[in-house]
């Protein structure tokens, strides 16, 4: 993390979900999940700045606003006044985002940007914030929003994904994760998962006590087995763009040992042994001829 008193580098790790079902429906139409998030090695960098006042984002090679419509903007924006108090004089920063992630891909990226801000911006200012303080920030934004400022490699999430327990991370696996290169609303999704879902009882069905808490969650003892993926929403997802079941099964034809889409979507994801890194280089080399946006990652440990 290269440092000096007036500038600070940051990696922001992108996440794929390894479980995630929906477990009801808030008055204000959010919905309340239980899910896993497991932290991977894509990531990316944010160059934070001192400077005298103000606000200024950067974001190069990118297609994302440099003004309020940016999460990022709106994370310092957010510490700048939550801080005031302890803030001496007026200061400002500058933000540079070098994208890595692919945009709207259910990877986490804008909240995971958005966390290194917050962090980010303590250590620059050296407000001493307390973890608590950041994750109050960090839920105003965006509910992954808590899970990138928790240092944890993987994480149990419940309530509408603010609710955090540590996790066992995967360890042992390959990934390789396919951006099929269009985005997918995250709301219209969740939109229509609520109308497929009218009439049905959902409920945890891997859990020995059908609970969404924590004490019903297995992995926050062990790690989570490829057998046990789900993603509820990929149903949704997946019917109005056949792109993500071709995907999906073209990851296990190459060697994965599971396959999923993450999230929202529409990214999806091959879980590869690892004695079997041979055939997840050779996948990934040949996924990336038709799909540019493909990374052959590992998960995060520690």
Not at 212 to 239: K, S
Not at 241 to 265: C, D, H, N, P
Not at 274 to 301: D, H, I, M, W, Y
Request: hydrophobic letters at 40%.
């Amino acid at each position: 993390m290269p440092t000096t008193e007036q500038t600070l580098e940051l990696d922001a790790p992108a996440k794929i979900n390894l479980y995630l079902r929906v477990t009801g429906r808030r008055a204000d139409g959010y919905h309340y999940l239980a899910t896993l998030m497991q932290k991977i090695s894509l990531f990316d960098r944010v160059l934070l700045r001192r400077i005298d006042s103000g606000i200024r984002v950067h974001c190069p090679d990118s297609s994302l606003p440099e003004d309020e419509g940016n999460l990022v903007y709106r994370a310092a924006c957010l510490f700048l006044q939550t801080m005031a108090p302890r803030l001496y004089g007026s200061l400002g920063v500058e933000v540079t985002l070098k994208k890595n992630i692919p945009l709207a891909a259910g990877l986490g990226g804008g909240s995971s940007d958005a966390a290194a801000v917050l962090v980010g911006m303590d250590q620059l200012f050296a407000t001493g914030c307390s973890e608590a303080e950041l994750l109050t920030m960090g839920s105003r934004l965006g509910a992954d929003v808590p899970l990138f400022i928790v240092d944890w490699p993987a994480a149990w999430a419940t309530g509408i994904g603010d609710r955090l327990r540590p996790a066992v991370p995967l360890a042992g696996y390959r990934v390789v994760l396919v951006n099929p290169g269009f985005s997918v609303e995250t709301g219209w999704v969740y939109e229509n998962f609520a109308l497929t879902a009218v009439g049905k009882k959902i409920n945890l069905k891997n859990f020995d006590d059908q609970q969404a808490d924590d004490a019903g969650c297995p992995f926050i003892r062990r790690a989570i087995r490829p057998g046990e993926l789900v993603n509820e929403l990929e149903a949704v997802t997946a019917g109005k763009f056949q792109e993500i079941y071709s995907l999906r099964q073209r990851l296990l034809k190459g060697g994965a040992v599971a396959a999923m889409m993450t999230g929202s979507g529409p990214s999806v994801f091959g879980l590869f042994t690892g004695q079997e890194e041979e055939k997840a280089v050779a996948c990934g080399r040949e996924l990336s001829r038709e799909f540019p946006k493909t990374f052959l990652v590992s998960p995060l440990t520690s």
